[in-house]
């Protein structure tokens, strides 16, 4: 996880706005996965709208530091946070990218 990472959003989890809250249902998955829900936070919510498989976790952390009134610190803190947990319930995936090298 560093600031060059890209993540995908994993097609089997689905996201409904309910009563204000961002939730993901896990759809397509084991049946003892079947009775999961995640409510995302705030934070959350706004990484997993960003989250495109296209920008970098660098290019959606200085978008926030654009739009919040939050330390670099602390929001590094939070996102490796939410990764972390995104990542362990397989929510979301990190992306191959090439940098163009020839290397």
Same mark, same amino acid.
Do not use: H
């Given at each position: 996880?560093?600031?060059?990472?890209?993540?995908?959003?994993?097609?089997?989890?689905?996201?409904?706005?309910?009563? +204000?809250?961002?939730? #993901?249902?896990? &759809?397509?998955?084991?049946?003892? $996965?079947?009775?999961?829900?995640?409510?995302?936070?705030? =934070?959350?919510?706004?990484?997993?709208?960003?989250?495109? +498989?296209?920008?970098? #976790?660098?290019? &959606?952390?200085?978008?926030?530091? $654009?739009?919040?009134?939050?330390?670099?610190?602390?929001? =590094?803190?939070?996102?490796?946070?939410?990764?972390?947990?995104?990542?362990?319930?397989?929510?979301?995936?990190?992306?191959?990218?090439? $940098?163009?090298?020839?290397?």
């Amino acid at each position: 996880m560093g600031p060059a990472t890209v993540y995908v959003k994993n097609p089997d989890y689905v996201q409904r706005e309910v009563a +204000g809250e961002c939730i #993901l249902v896990p &759809i397509r998955r084991r049946l003892t $996965d079947s009775n999961s829900i995640y409510v995302l936070n705030e =934070t959350g919510t706004a990484l997993w709208k960003r989250i495109d +498989g296209a920008r970098s #976790l660098q290019d &959606i952390t200085a978008a926030f530091l $654009d739009e919040y009134d939050v330390t670099t610190e602390q929001l =590094t803190q939070d996102f490796e946070t939410l990764l972390t947990d995104l990542l362990s319930i397989q929510a979301i995936d990190e992306v191959s990218v090439s $940098d163009g090298s020839t290397d």
